[in-house]
């Protein structure tokens, strides 16, 4: 079982930067692929970007595409989100999730994901 805990959240001004934290409680979190999620107030989750398990390949959504950026550090057991250029859009709770299954495609980052942290709010002011 594979633990998770996203910090780093919290209130932003539009144009700035946040880097969120995703520890997980056990070495094996280094052998899958880990990604974000987000989930806006009265809004579906939806999928943000995901890292390879060597943090070799990344994938993000077009949202976020050239202003987000993913990285590992597997002798932490942690995966980073740098989040710059924040807009007030951006705003919701933001979930890490490792393993994914690929029931839902055959894309290395393809869901659904068996491990998920309790999420950590981050909140773009305009």
Known sequence: QVQLAE????LVQAGGSLRLSCAASTRAFNDVPVA???QALGKEREFVAAISLLGSLTYYEDPVKGRFALSRDNA????????NSLKPEDTAVYYCAADPTREYGNSWYSGPYKYWGQGTQVTVSS
């Open 7 to 10: 910090s780093g959240g919290g």
């Open 36 to 38: 974000w999620f987000r």
């Open 76 to 83: 932490k057991n942690t995966v980073y989100l740098q989040m």
